[in-house]
């Protein structure tokens, strides 16, 4: 077989292992990302509840519930708002 094969097969016999508890060789990468104060963080980018909804791809009504804390943002979105918490232009900076 070629050496891609062989690497691809690899990596899904350590995949598998791993999913079977196996964790030994197993390298992984976990960020811990603390719940974001979402009411601070948009009002530290200046951006109204529609706008600032509108420029992270959440509808309003979900920030709204971020905010009222009746939800907590999750995945993407909590890394999002980390990254805008750091540094609250990043969003208009990098993606306008």
Known sequence: MTKAYDSILQGLTEVEAYLKGDKTGAVTHEIEVPTPDVRAIRARTGLSQADFARS???????????????????GPARVLLALIEKEPGIVQRVLV
């Open 56 to 74: 992270i791809g959440v509808k309003k009504a979900t920030l709204l519930n971020w905010e009222h804390n009746r939800r907590t943002p999750d």
